[in-house]
Every structure is written in C-alpha cells, then in structure tokens.
C-alpha cells in the first residue's frame, strides 16, 4: 500500500502528454496550448478614442475662452481619410480611430457645443481619454504559455491578439465501466436487492463541469468473462479507462486480474487513503487505466484526487498535481492512524476573508447526502491524536 503522495508522484512519472493538434482557437475551451502563442499585433492596433466626445488639438484651447469647429467625425471601423487641421475639431466615437494631429479627447459632456461649435471657457491638456497604440502591449510579446488551459477569457485575449488557431494537445478519450449485478442504470426499473446507479452519473457529469466530453457507461456483470470482455472494448477505444466496483480481494472483484490478463502493467494498487483504499493504476503502452471502489465516497475522492491528475497529464497540463488551499478547522474531527482521510467538508469565509471549515455528518463512504452541504475536500493526515479546531487543513474546492 503506498501514500497518497507516492501515488500521484507515479502519474506525474508515468504518464505523457497526448499527441498534439492545431484548432481553431474559438474552439479550444478547456484544452491545453501545446506551444506558447505570442500577439500577432500591437495592442491596441491603433490609437482610438476611449469614449464618446470630441478629438482636437489641445494647444487650440490655450487662448480659452475660444470657440472651435466640428468639422469632421471620426466612428469606429472607420479609418480616418484625412488629418485634424489646427483650430478645428473632429466628433469622435468610441474606440474609433484618432485622427492623425489630434492629441487629446474631450467627453461630450465636458464641453458645450452650438451647432457645429465647441465652447470652452478654460484651456484642456493633452493626452486625454485616448488608447495609444501598443500601450497594453507590444506585437510579438506572450499571451499565453504552453501548458496553459484555455478559459472563456483567453479565447477573448488570444482573439483579441489576432490569433486564428493553436496548437494544443489532443483530448483524452475516456472509457467508463460500471460493474456490479445489483447495479441498474437510470430508468430501470428496481427490484429487491438493486441499487440505482450513482457512480455513472456522477462520472460523467463530473468530466462534462471539468472541460471533457461524458463517455457512455458500460455497465458490466460480476463475471470475470464479462468484466474480461467489456476491458477488452474499452481498452480499444480510450486513452484513459476508468471502472468503478470490482477493485478489492473480494471472490466478485475482478478488476485488477483480469486488467493485467490483458495486458495492463500494475503499477500500483491500494491506496493509503480513507475512502478508497482498494484503488487500482495500471498502464499499457500510453493508455491508463484507473480502477476504482464502488463506493460513492471513494469514487469522489478518485476523481478529485486522482483521475483528475491523470486527466492533467495526459493534456499536458502545467500544473498537474491537485491545487491545495488552506482553512482553520471549527471543530473537531476524528483522525485515523492508519490512512490519510479525504472528507467532504463546508468552507465559509469571516468577516476578515479567512476560509473556515465547518465539519458536517455522514461521511462513511457509502454515504453521499451530504454532498449537499459541502463544497470541499479535505486531507487530513494520518495521526494518532484527532484534528482539533483552529487548526489548518489542505483542501480542494469540488467540482460543480
């Protein structure tokens, strides 16, 4: 049985990144960039004015109170076909280009305008409420850094920055075997002894919030020729087969034997952890294999924890291993001595931003209630005496 850190070390060592491919880059949300991606342009492209007004030299007003005429306009998308004279002024839109011997904008509502003429009582400087070419940043320079996943916002600066397409890796096909014959799929019908599936569902919506496409669930029977078969199909299709069930010493738990059967080297199984410890990584050639318990419990803190860092890997993601944050306990909570305990917990904030976590019931791993009332995972390590409050543990947020 190795530690929780042992087992992430080994997908860190294991695993590599997927091949890579070039996409469209409105069409990379949640993929990772396999390359650096620098600005094709200056940013802004061109000076532009900042808001509705008027564009005008502003040594013109140094003689103020001065009248000046509006004898252009200047609207965005439109490039100006002549220059700003002296002694005149341009009506200007926002973001539309600055003319060239402007230097300075005045808002609508910071100058009194009859008819075709500006009014100003007192001199206005230079330099005012225009975006200079450039100033947010330079042509050629970084907008993004491979091993960066792509978010709603990037997807905006890196088009933003003239960027068409991006090389990025490929996203992990990803298999799901769901074993168990008391296990009935949604809309089944139970009889005595069933237990409607949970552990599918949750999977894939799971992998839908994290950015990758909901695999079909397999649903496979306690038999070694079935269990055998159903690998087969999977281990045929997916970079990355996950199973749930059929993961510990039990005479029905086949996973990890006939996973090896077909070619799938153990590089571990059995984890030091609470819930999950019958957990099972093995590889065969580039594709993983995780096999977890049938609780629910344990396969949360599988995905959370561990499938998670897989599905880093195989992106090529740069930060690969889970994102811990820190919160003071409130109450008590029990140790084990034996294994590290990964429990769902609530975290609020105080008055002055620091993250509390509350304790909440029900944490056996075959209970899943009180998912409702927690909005973290957090890793208690294993100790004789129990974790007492005011003290500091490492958390995860949950996927929602």
């Keep these: 049985m190795i530690s929780i850190e042992q087992a992430l070390n ?10 890579t491919e070039t996409i469209a880059v409105h069409q990379a949300l949640h993929r990772v960039l396999a390359c650096d991606v620098h600005s094709e342009s200056d940013l802004p492209r061109f000076d532009q004015s900042a808001m509705d007004g008027y564009a ?6 140094a003689t103020a109170p001065v009248e000046i005429p509006v004898v252009n306009t200047s609207a965005a998308g439109h490039w100006p076909e002549s220059a700003l004279e002296a002694n005149t002024a341009w009506r200007i839109y926002t973001g539309a280009p600055i003319p060239e011997g402007a230097n300075t904008v005045i808002p609508q509502e910071h100058v009194k305008r009859e008819g ?16 200079y070419r450039g100033e947010e940043i330079s042509k050629g320079a970084s907008l993004a850094s491979s091993g960066q996943k792509v978010t709603p916002g990037l997807i905006a600066s890196l088009r933003n920055g003239g960027t068409e397409n991006v090389l990025v890796y490929k996203a992990p096909r990803i298999s799901l075997l769901v074993t168990g014959d008391e296990i009935r799929s949604p809309g ?7 237990i409607p599936d949970s552990n599918g569902p949750y999977i894939q919506n799971w992998l839908l919030a994290n950015g990758y496409q909901a695999p079909e669930i397999i649903y496979v029977s306690d038999t070694q020729q079935d269990v055998a078969s159903c690998l087969r199909v ?16 039990g005479d029905r738990d086949f996973i990890p034997a006939t996973a090896k059967a077909i070619g799938f080297e153990e590089v571990f199984w059995k984890v030091a952890q609470k819930p999950g410890k019958p957990l099972f990584f093995g590889m065969r050639n580039d594709q993983a294999f995780l096999g977890l318990p049938g609780n629910p419990g344990a396969v949360l803190v599988g995905m959370e924890i561990h499938a998670r860092t897989i599905l880093n890997c195989l992106q090529g993601l740069a930060d690969r291993l889970p994102q811990w944050r820190k919160g003071s306990l409130t109450a008590e909570i029990e140790a084990d001595a034996r294994r590290d305990r990964l429990i769902r917990l609530h975290v609020h904030q105080d008055v002055k931003g620091l993250c509390l976590i509350d304790p909440v019931g029900k944490q056996d791993s075959h209970m899943m209630s009180n998912l409702q009332q927690t909005n973290v995972l957090a890793h208690l390590p294993s100790r004789e005496n129990n974790y007492q409050a005011g003290e500091f543990l490492n958390f995860i947020v949950l996927s929602e």
């Design 10 to 19: 080994h997908y860190i060592e294991r695993l590599s990144p997927l091949a």
């Design 56 to 61: 005008l030299r502003s040594e013109d007003t």
């Design 116 to 131: 075709d003429t500006l009014k100003f009582e007192a001199p206005y400087p230079s330099g005012k409420n225009i975006r």
């Design 188 to 194: 089944s019908q139970l009889n005595p002894g069933d």
């Design 234 to 249: 999977a281990a045929a299709e997916g970079d990355f087969i996950i199973t749930t069930g059929g993961a510990s010493v």
